[in-house]
Nanobody, 124 residues
Framework: QVHVVESGGGLVQAGGSLRLSCAAS????????MGWFRQAPGKEREFVAA????????YYADSVKGRFTISRDNAKNTVYLQMNILKPEDTAIYYC?????????????????WGQGTQVTVSS
């Protein structure tokens, strides 16, 4: 089992940047696929980005492609989400998720371990 904790959220103006961190504890993080999801008020949780166990492969939602970058440092058991050119529609609670055996990198149900989330608010 792994425990994940997000940090780095906050309030930023449109066009600005934030970097989210997800610290994993428990079993070594390189045995888990990791993903970032977000949930805006009144909307379902949606996929943002995912990264393979080794960090060699990354996946992005079309809405963030070219603006967000997911990365991981397995030595530090940490996954990052660098968010640039932020837009008001990026406002949401961002969640980190992990699972050792996923069937889909983009499906919420594929990940068993979730953090509590960190709020990102982008003002116009």
């Amino acid at each position: 089992q792994v425990h994940v904790v997000e940090s780095g959220g906050g309030l930023v103006q449109a066009g600005g940047s934030l970097r989210l961190s997800c610290a994993a504890s428990g079993r070594t993080s390189n045995t888990y696929d990791m993903g970032w999801f977000r949930q805006a008020p009144g909307k379902e949780r949606e996929f943002v980005a995912a990264i393979s166990k080794s960090g060699g492969t990354t996946y992005y939602a079309d809405s963030v492609k070219g603006r967000f970058t997911i990365s991981r440092d397995n030595a530090k058991n940490t996954v990052y989400l660098q968010m640039n050119i932020l837009k008001p529609e990026d406002t949401a609670i961002y969640y980190c998720a992990a699972d050792p055996r996923i069937y889909s990198r983009t499906a919420v149900s594929s990940y068993r371990y979730w953090g509590q989330g960190t709020q990102v608010t982008v003002s116009s």
